[in-house]
């Protein structure tokens, strides 16, 4: 069966609709794509996921995202103009970073994907693909990239499914937005210990926000609002939440 292509940010396509189930994760997703039009369709359904996704568009710009940012998944494609996507892998992999690579490609050989993994990437997927299946393995690479956590996160109260997307706190549902869900997520993921404004950036927005936006102080406090008495957001100054 042939598979479809990465669908229009509009959702047209077949693949991706409102219908579609969103499950929340705080994966950082780099994708690095030289056509312009498919790399921002699939940023965009990435963050339709409530992924935090920065996009570039040639093969230099991915090695100096991947320099100076943290990411869990390299969507790579292999085929990039100044620096090919086979040398981005080999510097994502020399540097020793836990980002896992997914790589794509316009060839479905099966001699060109195992010289992909050869040269150190951790998933291969031909073009076209069926954006299902990319969100898929993107997810599988995530959680390879951190180490296993409770599929629920329960403390305080709240209990989080991420798989569901779904939010309870004393048995009571609460609905919430994609980066109030991406921040609640990361601070259960804490612990109890204390999550700086700067973590929650990395991990719930992408690198375009603002770092000295007030972003972060106004999605807790509407986190706050929605989550109820008693609050379970614990602000500490000059440092940052924890539940």
């Known amino acids: 069966m042939e598979r479809a292509a990465a669908p229009h940010p509009s959702g047209r396509g077949g ?36 992924m935090a996704v920065d996009v570039v568009y040639d093969g230099a710009a991915a090695q100096e995202r991947v320099d100076v940012n943290d990411y869990d998944v390299v969507v790579l494609d292999r085929d990039l103009p100044l620096v090919h996507g086979d040398e981005v892998c080999r510097h994502i992999v020399g540097l020793g970073l ?70 309870f706190r004393d048995g009571r549902e609460i609905h919430l937005a994609p980066k109030e869900f991406a921040v609640l997520e990361v601070l259960l993921r804490g612990a109890g210990t204390v999550v700086s404004a700067e973590q929650l950036l990395e991990k719930a ?31 500490v100054p000059g440092a940052g939440y924890r539940i």
Do not use: C, H
């Open 205 to 235: 927005w992408d690198e375009n926000t603002d770092p000295f936006t007030n972003v972060v102080r106004v999605t807790v406090m509407t986190l706050r609002r929605k989550l109820g008495e008693p609050p379970v957001i614990t602000t």
């Open 98 to 167: 836990s980002a896992r690579v997914l790589m794509l490609t316009a060839s479905g050989d099966v001699s060109d994907r195992v010289e992909g993994l050869e040269l150190g990437a951790d998933d291969y997927l031909p073009k076209p693909f069926a954006f299902s299946e990319l969100i898929a393995r993107v997810r599988a690479l995530g959680r390879r990239a951190t180490p296993p956590l409770p599929p629920v996160l329960e403390r305080a109260g709240i209990r989080l499914d991420p798989n569901r997307r779904q939010v």
């Open 15 to 50: 693949r991706l609709s409102q219908e579609t189930p969103r499950k929340g994760t705080d994966v950082r997703v780099l994708v690095v794509e030289d056509e312009q039009l498919l790399a921002d369709a699939v940023a965009t359904g990435l963050r339709r996921e409530a």
